[in-house]
């Protein structure tokens, strides 16, 4: 709910909706480091389709946004951002005929 919330103010204030896979996972790490053994990730991946969303430098702007928000929202847990090149395809039908 925390990504929704400021996905739609990020929304309402530039007309751009980031949308956002989110996955929870168990996290493994030292006691050392502060770690314990219940310690959960929640890793979020968005995916920037360049035919709808252009320029690159405004996107990873408005998602930082959204993770600043999120951030505040969750009090401020600890986070890693990786920006990655893909090749991205989507299909809006597939055909009994067509193959990938």
């Known amino acids: ?4 919330i400021a996905a739609d ?3 309402e204030n530039t007309g751009v909706y980031i949308s956002a896979m989110i996955c929870e996972h168990k996290l ?4 050392m ?3 314990k053994m219940d310690e959960r990730c929640v890793q ?6 360049p035919s709808e969303f252009h320029s690159r430098e405004v996107y990873f ?3 930082k ?4 928000k999120v951030k505040k929202q969750m009090k401020n847990p600890k986070a890693a951002f990786t920006a990655e090149q893909i090749e991205f395809t989507y299909f809006n039908s597939v055909n009994e005929t067509d193959t990938l």
């Open 28 to 31: 493994i790490c030292g006691e």
């Open 61 to 63: 702007e408005l998602l």
């Open 9 to 11: 103010e990020v929304y």
């Open 33 to 35: 480091l502060g770690c």
């Open 44 to 49: 979020i991946v968005c995916v920037r389709n």
């Open 65 to 68: 946004r959204i993770l600043v």
């Open 1 to 4: 709910m925390f990504w929704r």
